[in-house]
């Protein structure tokens, strides 16, 4: 038997739900550990029995988090954590937007997550279209590797051209622009993309693997070029709507903090948490995390992209 706390606002601004095991109920003694993902096993929930406006206090755990268990028959739980999302986005945007953003997120939440519903199949069929596609596993990654710091468009022309070329000379030509396609390739860093690249693809022409798996394996894999946002990425070409991880580049990251993403760049717990929530916004809505995510880009952009070259494999001229 288990016990649902729906969370109902984080310090952050981002709600979630969070599923426990049934506590061994003793008020003020009693504990137990939530199985959610976004929590440490070291975690621990304490029940108390002093009331007050907001709840009672019920949590002491690694995190110095505080956790507010509300004391109505719905078990609605407030949830508070110091992460340091909270404090950047006050800084980033100041009080007033922050608190303006803060303010206006359930109504866009109401907003991406009815678009994404509305279009649930169709979603679903694109991810499902790439994970099924000829499109190799390792040429997958390699379209992650090069939209990486990169405009999209670009990165894709990049990624077409690349098809087949392995000499280091001319793989710069294309990031640079040194070719008949002139500018539709440049993506720039051209020594360190093709140092990469062929790193992938050695790795690839070793063992026949492509060093991409699930979250688990996110946290012990380091790959030159792919950082969390591109590895997940990758893995979400990869296993389409089987895939367990979400993609929070620049964009996902301004819809979710409001401000531009590349500055929440190398914080592996403020990732996470804000992975959590995309993943439990789909979950909400019954959708694969991948489609949900690709439904949101779209409603962000305000344009539906098949991106169908990722399942329609062809050679391009260079």
Not at 21 to 44: A, C, I, T
Not at 144 to 152: C, E, G, K, Q, T
Not at 168 to 192: H, V
Request: aromatic residues 10%; contains cysteine; charged residues 30%.
């Amino acid at each position: 038997m288990s016990t649902e706390f729906t969370i109902i606002r984080i310090l952050d601004g981002i709600d979630f739900v969070l599923k426990a095991e049934q506590l061994p109920w003793s008020p003020g003694k009693g504990w137990q550990r939530p199985s959610h993902p976004g929590h440490n096993p070291k975690d621990r929930i304490y029940v108390g029995t002093k009331k007050a406006p907001l709840g009672v206090p019920v949590y002491v755990g690694d995190r110095e988090g505080k956790y507010w268990l509300q004391t109505d028959a719905k078990k609605i739980a407030l949830i508070q954590t110091k992460t340091g999302i909270e404090s950047r986005m006050r800084k980033k945007l100041g009080e007033e937007a922050f608190e303006s953003f803060i303010s206006g997120w359930d109504e866009r939440r109401e907003k991406r997550q009815g678009y994404a519903k509305q279009n649930l199949d169709q979603y679903e069929t694109f991810v499902e279209n790439v994970r099924e596609s000829d499109v190799p596993d390792i040429r997958k990654a390699e379209f992650a590797l090069l939209s990486a710091r990169a405009d999209f468009t670009k990165s894709t022309v990049a990624w077409q051209m690349t098809d087949g070329v392995d000499d280091p000379n001319e793989l710069e030509a294309i990031f640079l622009g040194k070719t008949s396609r002139g500018k539709d390739s440049t993506i720039g860093l051209p020594i360190m993309r093709t140092a990469n690249l062929r790193l992938l693809r050695n790795k690839n022409k070793e063992d026949g693997t492509v060093p991409i798996g699930n979250r688990e394996a996110r946290q012990s894999t380091k790959f030159p070029g792919l950082g969390l946002p591109k590895y997940s990425f990758a893995a979400c070409l990869i296993e389409g709507s089987k895939s367990e991880i979400v993609c929070l580049d620049t964009h996902m990251m301004q819809i979710y903090t409001g401000y531009d993403g590349k500055q929440m760049a190398g914080s592996k717990a403020m990732y996470e948490q804000l992975e959590n929530h995309a993943l439990m916004e789909a979950k909400q809505i019954g959708m694969s995390p991948f489609a949900y995510q690709w439904a949101v880009w779209d409603h962000k952009r305000g344009k539906q992209e098949k991106h169908d070259f990722l399942w329609t494999p062809r050679k391009h001229a260079r």
